[in-house]
């Protein structure tokens, strides 16, 4: 499993640093508010990619290989729940005060925030699955699919939740969904999703390889734009707007130039590690053992260690 986002997951975690200084830089009021409101989750997430980075780089080079193991998957159950956590807080509201946050350090952990996390690290679940899919075989791509299975029901029961709690929270939104003709446009964005939905569980049972990761990137990009409909114009509902919290109009230009042009630079090399990290990830034997086996198999060197925990060399575009 670590073999397969060997190759790609430095350069993935570029995102989120990008990401935070755009936000910092086109939206600081809005970054002032949601990092005031978010310290606590903020910290951990940030200690959860510390503790996945640590554990990543320990567990290629040690031979006992559970602590590192456990480690790495605490780190990113951390990391991927304080994302939600911090989602939530958002969607359901954070109180300002002249510009600046005036609720307490607690805010951000509820019922309705912590479903929020529940269904985002279900999601990464689910892309995390399906993404094996696509690069292991045998056993561990049988344990892939069906576990892909349950994080998706998960994220489904979770989204559901949150789509009728949504409307509770802000009257705004309530108004929004439910008023003509963008109620039309609205509505058809949850059908969007569901039927995404069971075209991945049909997938799934299907056995297909690389459908069930793009029909889940498909869940995603649907809740996104679903998301941003819902809160427009707003960025912090219902307190903070985009246009009462933009920087200047010089700034902005010279944030689109700059951000567009890393943007750029990042789906490009981004795009070109995963052609060549492309393909199944095989099984390298420890010297001396013959070459060859099922994918996933794997044999014992000379100190009767396993090469399970093994990053292999390279795969079929290498």
């Known amino acids: ?58 567990h290629v080079h040690t031979h006992d290989k559970r602590v590192w193991t456990l480690a790495f998957g605490c ?27 005036a609720g307490d350090m607690w805010l951000w952990l509820g019922v309705f925030s912590s479903c929020v996390a529940l269904g985002v690290a279900a999601g990464y679940a689910l892309l995390g699955g399906t993404y094996l899919i696509i690069k292991t ?46 109620a039309f446009f609205l509505a058809l964005l949850p059908l969007a999703g569901l039927l995404a939905f069971v ?3 049909q997938v799934l049972d299907r056995g297909a390889d690389h459908a069930p990761f793009t029909w889940s990137t498909v869940i995603f990009m649907v809740s996104f734009v679903g998301l941003a409909a819902s809160l427009y114009p707003y960025l912090v ?10 920087s200047s109009s010089m700034t902005l230009v010279f944030m689109l130039a700059g951000i567009g042009m890393l943007i750029s630079v990042m789906l490009v090399y981004n795009g070109f590690q995963y052609l060549v990290f492309r393909g199944k990830i095989l099984q390298v034997p420890a010297e001396g053992d013959a070459i060859g086996g099922e994918a996933g198999g794997g044999g014992a060197d000379p100190d009767g260690h396993t090469n399970a925990g093994r990053i292999p060399a390279g795969s079929e575009g290498c």
């Open 75 to 101: 780190g990113s159950l951390l990391a991927a729940l304080m994302q939600g956590y911090m989602l939530g807080a958002v969607i359901g509201g954070l109180p300002v005060a002249g510009g600046e946050f």
């Open 237 to 246: 509902p219902s307190e903070v707007s985009i246009a009462g919290s933009a």
């Open 137 to 182: 075989g045998g056993e561990l791509q049988t344990i892939s699919r069906r576990r892909s299975r349950h994080a998706a029901w998960i994220m489904l029961a979770a989204a559901a939740y949150v789509t009728i709690a949504t409307p509770l929270y802000h009257d705004y939104i309530a108004h929004h969904w439910f008023t003509m003709p963008q």
């Open 199 to 201: 075209r991945l569980m």
């Open 1 to 58: 499993m670590m073999a397969g986002i060997s190759g790609v997951w430095d350069a993935n975690e570029t995102w989120l640093v990008l990401f935070g200084g755009a936000l910092f830089g086109a939206f600081p009021a809005v970054y002032a508010v949601t990092l005031h409101a978010c310290y606590i989750p903020v910290s951990a997430m940030l200690f959860g990619l510390i503790v996945r980075g640590i554990a990543f780089e320990f």
